[in-house]
């Protein structure tokens, strides 16, 4: 008979490999998870598990960053292998030649199938100085659960599609708190009522994906498109109201 196994001495859970969307000699993209951090900074309290290390142990390389995603959004993250891809990408970012999608959940319905919110934010904690911040949104789907909401028998929600053409902190959630149509999830500047509705189905992620990349490769100059999908709990909020992916 064995002798049972003290938890101490078991060993610690293999993460599962972080899965790449595109990677050639020069860079990569990865899928990266929700909740998962991107590096170690001020924000991540203590915390010792970040992508930015899984990868180089789990490719053997040195990586650098060439842009950052929140911890609770999850999606495509571009990263090069040496320092001078990565300047030449983020040259490419900063020059506006990065296009980023990203897919959102909020409460209500915007009014218009396209808009635009133009409102300046600040750089985060430490950081007071407002700078010029710019998101486009289109409307993709709308619809409506039966959970009473402000003295109307049902909640209505939105699906969006969002683009940056800034990259401040935490733009595309703030925007949305600013414009009444918070972000399903997020618990920083969201609606804890709506959050908590989507708890109770099962949902407990932020809605916020980053669903496509498409950059100019710094080498051969060729535009390069990356697609990530939903992961399930995403696609479980998209299947409450029955919409098809966009």
Same mark, same amino acid.
């Given at each position: 008979?064995?002798?049972?196994?003290d938890?101490?001495d078991a060993?610690?859970?293999?993460?599962?490999p972080?899965?790449l969307?595109?990677?050639?000699?020069?860079?990569?993209v990865?899928n990266?998870?929700?909740?998962?951090?991107?590096h170690?900074?001020?924000?991540?309290r203590?915390?010792?598990?970040?992508?930015?290390?899984?990868?180089?142990?789990q490719?053997g390389?040195?990586?650098?960053?060439?842009?950052?995603?929140d911890r609770?959004?999850?999606?495509?993250?571009?990263?090069?292998?040496?320092?001078d891809?990565?300047?030449?990408l983020?040259?490419?970012?900063?020059?506006?030649?990065?296009?980023?999608?990203?897919?959102? @959940?909020?409460?209500?319905? $915007?009014a218009?199938?396209s808009f635009?919110i133009?409102? =300046? &934010?600040? #750089?985060? +904690?430490?950081?007071?100085?407002k700078?010029?911040?710019?998101?486009?949104?289109?409307?993709?789907?709308?619809g409506?659960?039966e959970?009473?909401?402000?003295?109307?028998?049902?909640?209505?929600?939105?699906?969006l599609?969002?683009?940056?053409?800034?990259?401040?902190?935490?733009?595309?959630?703030?925007?949305?708190?600013?414009?009444?149509?918070?972000?399903?999830?997020?618990?920083?500047h969201?609606?804890?009522?709506?959050?908590?509705?989507?708890?109770?189905q099962?949902?407990?992620?932020?809605?916020?994906h980053?669903e496509?990349?498409?950059?100019?490769?710094?080498?051969?100059?060729?535009r @390069?498109?990356?697609?990530? $999908?939903?992961?399930?709990?995403?696609?479980?909020?998209? =299947? &409450?109201? #029955?919409? +098809?992916?966009p």
């Open positions: 008979m064995n002798d049972p196994v938890a101490a060993p610690a859970p293999v993460a599962e972080l899965p969307l595109y990677q050639d000699e020069w860079l990569a990865v990266k998870p929700a909740g998962l951090m991107v170690d900074s001020k924000l991540a203590g915390e010792d598990d970040f992508l930015a290390d899984r990868l180089r142990e490719l390389r040195p990586i650098f960053l060439v842009h950052r995603l609770a959004t999850s999606g495509c993250l571009l990263l090069a292998f040496d320092r891809t990565a300047s030449t983020g040259k490419a970012l900063m020059g506006g030649e990065v296009a980023k999608d990203y897919l959102a @959940v909020c409460r209500g319905w $915007p218009e199938e635009t133009d409102h =300046d &934010l600040d #750089g985060g +904690p430490g950081k007071p100085v700078k010029q911040a710019i998101t486009h949104f289109q409307r993709l789907r709308t409506e659960l959970i009473p909401s402000t003295g109307f028998p049902t909640s209505r929600y939105a699906l599609r969002c683009q940056p053409q800034t990259g401040r902190f935490r733009q595309i959630r703030r925007h949305l708190k600013h414009c009444f149509h918070h972000l399903i999830g997020d618990t920083s969201g609606d804890g009522r709506h959050n908590r509705s989507f708890r109770m099962g949902i407990h992620r932020m809605l916020l980053a496509r990349l498409a950059f100019p490769h710094p080498r051969s100059g060729e @390069v498109q990356v697609v990530a $999908p939903l992961d399930q709990e995403f696609q479980k909020a998209m =299947d &409450l109201f #029955g919409w +098809p992916s």
